[in-house]
């Protein structure tokens, strides 16, 4: 049997967690820049706030609801993910975290147990541990528990739990359940399948394997048997990153070479930390940037730069160098720039290392020197130490007017509670 654990409205859960006050009232989160709509409680949903609308669009919604608006914290959703799944990891061996909030687990060989009343104590545990509300759903493949996931979020009676343990109660589940729902099932997919009639899970299960197979390949294959109740997808372990990305907006158009080619020393050496965390060098960079393609009244430039590293490094200094070298060549003078990103490619291990007969650069120097680095800054806070290309300015940064406080991982924005007798 599997399980898929998925926190309910995780983002503006999240803020509740420190501002209690919050609870029962309407809360949006914003993406990068306060632009878009990229989360909503169950409060706001009613309210008909649509996903992915832009923010200014709803101004007068917001206003008129007292709606609470909030910019994207990652730094605070990251943490608390890290917490959610650190308890679901002491009640199952295996554990795949899916998401930044959802997470599947094997409870082969708990069959011996009263599986309702062990996720029923799962749920309460997670709740209790990290103020995150969360629902369960068991099922025997993770497609099935997808759905049940989906019931024990909707109908309070299932206590956030629901069961697919039986084929009576996975053919109901299957007929309340859109084919646009299905995990594994695209918007592409689904207009394809309606046009053939089939408009919820359990239609789709009524068709022969042959004609899933023909329709829409091994993948559609996939999840017809997963929803028939035949388990094709294993429990994934996490792997090192075949390539890594680091890449923002900028909170202002800009113009100037020197605060991009900040932002782009940051980007660098967020992608040369990442490479650390994996014990990994990068082969490859690119850097982009480019103009904002709905301005059509404004020029448009994109242009991007890709280098091949003479020798596999990590080290942040080495790819801020590379970094700002590439970005020199495909800077041009006179456009409003929005956005710009580094990338790491073809990504090999730490050991064994090719080399170069000609490279000169002393690297078990510049190795500890990274160790230091990454330690003070894992004791001190992030980028307490860096390099001085990365500067202090950041004119770049995201808009983010809304922002929450760090609550859990900054020590100046922890809550003081004041005790009188």
Not at 232 to 248: A, H, N, Q
Request: proline share 4%.
């Amino acid at each position: 049997m599997y399980g898929l654990i998925d926190c309910n409205n995780f983002y503006a859960s999240c803020e509740r967690v420190f501002n209690p006050l919050l609870n029962g009232k309407p809360i949006v989160v914003l993406s990068n820049n306060d632009g878009c709509v990229i989360a909503r409680s169950t409060e706001a949903k009613v309210l008909g706030i649509p996903m992915g609308e832009p923010a200014y669009k709803l101004k007068a919604l917001i206003e008129t609801n007292q709606v609470y608006v909030f910019s994207s914290n990652y730094v605070l959703y990251g943490d608390m993910s890290h917490r959610v799944m650190n308890t679901i990891a002491e009640f199952a061996p295996e554990m795949e975290v899916y998401s930044i909030d959802e997470a599947f687990i094997l409870l082969d060989g708990f069959e011996i147990i009263d599986l309702k009343v062990y996720g029923q104590k799962m749920v309460r545990t997670v709740t209790r541990n990290t103020g995150i509300p969360v629902s369960l759903g068991i099922a025997p493949t993770k497609t099935l528990a997808k759905v049940a996931n989906k019931f024990a979020k909707k109908y309070k009676n299932y206590k956030g739990v629901c069961i697919i343990d039986t084929d009576e109660k996975r053919e109901k589940a299957l007929k309340l359940t859109d084919i646009g729902d299905v995990w594994g099932i695209g918007r592409r997919y689904a207009k394809t399948l309606r046009y053939h009639s089939i408009n919820t899970a359990w239609d789709f299960t009524q068709r022969t394997k042959s004609w899933v197979r023909h329709t829409m390949g091994v993948v559609g294959e996939r999840t017809w048997l997963e929803l028939c109740g035949t388990s094709c997808l294993e429990m994934e372990t996490p792997s090192d990153k075949k390539s890594i990305c680091t890449s923002r907006s900028f909170g202002e158009r800009l113009t100037e070479f020197a605060p991009i080619s900040e932002a782009v020393s940051n980007f660098a050496a967020g992608c040369a930390e990442k490479l650390r965390k994996q014990h990994s060098y990068g082969c490859v960079l690119t850097v982009f940037i480019h103009t904002n393609p709905f301005a059509t009244n404004q020029a448009q430039y994109y242009n991007q730069t890709v280098m091949q590293l003479p020798v596999p490094t990590n080290d942040t200094t080495e790819l801020i160098d590379y970094a700002l070298r590439g970005l020199r060549t495909i800077f041009a003078e006179g456009y409003r720039y929005k956005k710009a990103g580094v990338i790491v490619s073809e990504i090999v291990p730490e050991r064994p290392l090719q080399g170069d007969l000609f490279d000169t650069r002393n690297r078990e120097k510049f190795s500890k020197v990274m160790c230091v680095m990454d330690s003070l800054n894992a004791s001190y806070g992030r980028q307490k130490v860096k390099i001085a290309a990365q500067g202090f300015d950041r004119k770049w940064k995201l808009k983010n007017e809304k922002l929450s406080p760090c609550f859990s991982t900054n020590l100046s924005d922890v809550l003081q509670v004041n005790a009188k007798e």
